[in-house]
């Protein structure tokens, strides 16, 4: 039987006045920007509706607003009675990915993206460290730049599209490398760390403490996670792998690939903007769509 999957973008996806529509129309949208005001400890509504690029691209406040947005879009597919078979999300999208499953909590995801953004966020100073996008490059290329100290694979986002992280000094290394091995085009990412690497231990270790609080549940659909590209309902392999995808590689391609194996005729793109969409064309012939196309 042909099937559905949500997928759930992660940080890059957000732009100013995001979620303003939502809130107009909706109390669900309302009552979430309550709760979240109350858990984040701040204004994260006033931020989302009103601050300019520079300040909601800032990770504290990057991740919490594009997972209530996402939220919303899951609650307006919901709505409509849209019945969907599996989830999964890319790095902070796996945790609405959760919440769609019902494995966690709005509340109890919203301490974890507390926690989650503003330690990502500090991380970067204690351990400064960016992120380079590598188009078109072959993967002798990319193992070339990967033999610099602390340079690893973040994300294979595509056959053409890899993206390394490492410190902020390696990183203008790999870049003065890939011009000298004919990498086609590299893009530095507007991120403020080195994610999905080592340099984010501490980010690990704090985020610990927190998921060592939250109640996980079995989900009640399958959730292919980062960590193992592989599908799982099981509430303990779903912490443990939530927990190690902040130092680990994201592989959005592997994770596809298996949902297309798992006859995913229809992906939708629940959240912000369209980047999932254009990733999913460069990976399989199934269509992806937004939700507001539903």
Known sequence: MDKIALIFPGQGSQYPGLGKDSFELSSFAKDLYSAANDILGYNIKEIS????????????????????????????????GFKFDMVSGHSLGEISALVS??????????KIIKVRASTMA?????????M????????EQVDELCNIPTIVIANINSENQV???????NIEKAI????????RKVIKVNVSGAFHSPLMKDVTDDLKKTLDNVNFNDAIMPVYQNMT??????????????????????????????MDKDNVK???????GTVLQGLNRRITKNKTIGFNEI
């Not at 003065?176 to 990498?183: A, E, F, L, M, Q």
Request: proline share 4%; glycine share 4%; hydrophobic share 35%.
């Open 176 to 183: 003065d490398v890939s011009k000298k091995i004919d990498i």
């Open 229 to 258: 590209s592989e599908p799982t309902i099981n509430k303990v392999k779903l912490k443990r792998n939530l927990l190690n995808q902040i130092e680990n590689q994201v592989n959005w391609v592997k994770i596809i690939n298996n």
């Open 163 to 169: 993206v390394v992280s490492g410190s902020e000094k």
């Open 122 to 130: 500090s991380s970067g100073y204690k351990n400064p460290g960016k």
């Open 266 to 272: 229809l992906y939708i793109e629940t959240g912000p």
């Open 101 to 110: 499953a019902k494995s966690i909590s709005i509340e109890d995801a919203l």
């Open 49 to 80: 509706f009103n601050s300019n690029i520079d300040q909601i691209s800032n990770t504290k406040y990057a991740q919490p607003l594009i997972f209530i947005y996402s939220i919303l879009a899951t609650y307006y597919l919901k709505e409509k």
């Open 132 to 139: 380079l996008a590598l188009l078109n490059a072959t993967k």
